[in-house]
């Protein structure tokens, strides 16, 4: 037996006998790029404490991984059809392991954000490699118990990075969370040359550039502005973004209706059950990446939990994809993609309405339910998703297919972080407005507090510490009047400590119940348009592409 893998998966004459194998490779090289983000959430604290983090420099570490990602998968996607699904995943592994290795030595904002961009140009290469290089080597029959444990392993990832951060975080500093990636992203590349088969696209017609290099002017512009505008305001910057973005996507759109081999066949979109599976992606982790944004930041500073402990609380929603991806796997084929997709999106729709409830009482155990009810919830609803958007593209488009099915999912994440977490910061800005007025804190204290629930926490931290400098200076004077003083100085400072701490608290979970329920209302409304755009089992065969309705057995041969 070969040590490389050369046989290439589209002569072969049977299945590949260990595509088991390889989708655990793929599957590993899925699971570094979705930590890579959820890992930085628990690691953005230290972070900002040793490079001197602004907000915005903050804002662009996490998301200079998401613009690049996000606006290259379509042409990346198209150019390892043509070239080397196997190829592109190689590379991309390299990529993102030189991308960690900078991010590691960085010392400063602006080196942590080209570390990231470089490590999100990576990930544009294999995400949709893992989909096509799964979509041609297992056989149709097999395709969607692979993308299930394909999805499952996305909604491991998002609970596993912040444990793993948070087990790094103890020992080492921030920067080892870049380099845990370097191993990892090495013995997935060796896996893929040893038990990943080459693949690429039977036919050889030229890539539609131009139509490739839109689709990353439009998506980059798009991703930018949803980054921007409700972050940073409405400035110039947000409104040029705008504007190219939508000139971008018309003119993308308008070359893709008249070129004869279009990187992505627009017209795709006119099919109830390709459309109402993107939408329904997007709508999905809009509300999943919103919700752990805020969550873990919940876990962190109001609740108290360090790195790893707010890593561990979040692996009840891992434990529940695993559930929830078994039970769509039973259920898909007997009832059809409609309803395990309709009753994902109503599961995250409920696991958010919980979430309203939030108040400053709220303990850990609130949090269970609604934890465990979106794990479900993703479970059910994803991997019929992704099955029906790979299934829409022939065997020559697997990874335009894996690509838009992550784009999908990258612009509705965004989209959540953004949208959700503006919402998120304005409600909890105007909460701690009402919460500490009359009181004798300094206006810039307060106006500080204001920015974050960690700049909050930060600020009642220092006038604790200025309580208890007061109070030291008390126990060494000799002046009884002037202890005095200073015992009574110390007592305020504690207490305004304290209210400030209380403020600050009860604000961030007050913001949490108002922004839950605006993802819920987001998220339900969703969920009526996905049942109203996904057909029922009959319509869903009728529209299905020519391949897709072949019969299982002839993905095998």
């Known amino acids: 037996m070969r040590l490389v893998m050369k046989e290439p998966v589209e002569t072969a004459e049977r299945p590949y ?13 899925l699971l570094i790029i979705v930590m890579a983000n959820t890992a930085l959430t628990v690691a953005a604290p230290d972070m900002t404490a040793d490079l001197g983090l602004g907000s915005a420099d903050l804002q662009w570490v996490i998301d200079g991984y998401t613009v690049p990602y996000a606006a290259l998968m379509l042409l990346l996607g198209a150019i390892g059809d043509k070239y080397s699904r196997r190829g592109a995943l190689v590379l991309g592994l390299a990529v993102f392991a030189g991308g960690a290795v900078f991010g590691y030595a960085a010392d400063s904002a602006a080196t942590v954000i080209a570390a990231r961009a470089v490590m999100g140009t990576g990930a544009a290469l294999i995400m949709p490699a893992t989909l096509s290089l799964l979509a041609a080597t297992f056989p149709r029959r097999e395709r969607a118990k692979a993308i299930t444990l394909w999805t499952a392993t996305a909604g491991l990832a998002i609970a596993a990075g912040p ?3 948070g087990a790094l975080l103890r020992d080492h500093g921030w920067s080892a969370t870049f380099l845990i990636n370097v191993p990892i992203a090495a013995v997935a590349a060796v896996g893929a040359l040893v038990l990943v088969p080459p693949s690429r696209a039977g036919h050889h017609d030229r890539i539609d550039y131009v139509g490739g290099l839109l689709s990353v002017l439009w998506i980059g512009a798009l991703v930018y502005m949803i980054i921007e505008g409700p972050h940073f305001g409405w400035g110039a910057k947000a409104v040029t973004a705008a504007v190219v973005a939508g000139a971008g996507l018309l003119a993308f759109v308008l070359w893709e209706l008249r070129h004869p ?8 979109f006119a099919h109830r059950r390709f459309a109402g599976s993107n939408l329904a992606v997007a709508l999905f982790f809009l509300a999943v990446f919103g919700a752990f944004y805020y969550l873990t930041q919940h876990l962190q500073f109001v609740l108290g939990y360090d790195a790893l402990g707010t890593g561990v609380r979040m692996l009840p ?3 529940a994809v695993f559930v929830g991806s078994a039970l769509t796997a039973w259920l898909t084929p007997r009832v059809g993609m409609r309803w395990t ?7 995250g729709t409920t696991a958010l309405a919980l979430l309203t409830r939030v108040d400053a009482a709220s303990g850990y155990g609130d949090f269970v339910a609604p934890l465990i009810i979106l794990g479900l919830a993703i479970g059910l609803a994803l991997s019929p998703c992704t099955d029906a958007i790979m299934g829409a593209f ?10 838009v099915n992550d784009t999908s999912l990258e612009l509705g994440g965004s989209l959540g972080i953004a949208v959700l977490g503006s919402l998120l910061a304005t409600s909890y800005g105007n909460h701690l407005t009402d919460a500490t007025s009359g009181s004798r804190l300094p206006a810039s204290a307060l106006a500080t507090a204001q920015d974050s629930v960690g700049a909050g926490y930060a600020v009642a931290q220092g006038i604790g510490e200025q309580a208890r400098r007061t109070a030291a200076r008390a126990a060494q004077t000799t002046d009884p009047q002037q202890a005095a003083q200073l015992k009574a100085q110390a007592g ?22 108002h922004t839950s329920l605006v993802g ?12 109203v755009l996904l057909p029922g089992r009959t319509a869903a065969v009728a529209e299905a592409p020519a391949e897709e309705r072949e019969p299982a057995e002839s993905g095998a041969h």
């Open 520 to 531: 819920a209302a987001l998220l339900g409304i969703g969920t009526v348009l996905v049942a």
């Open 261 to 268: 081999h279009p990187v992505l066949d627009v017209r795709r």
């Open 163 to 165: 444990v793993v951060a």
């Open 492 to 513: 305020q400072l504690s207490e305004g400590a304290r209210q400030m701490a209380d403020a600050v608290g009860s604000s961030f979970a007050s913001a949490v119940a």
């Open 341 to 347: 997709v309709t009753a994902g999106m109503a599961g």
């Open 17 to 29: 006998p260990r595509r088991w194998w390889a989708l655990l490779v793929l599957c590993l090289s």
């Open 394 to 403: 022939p065997e020559s488009e697997l990874g335009v297919g894996g690509a």
């Open 317 to 319: 929603l891992a434990g």
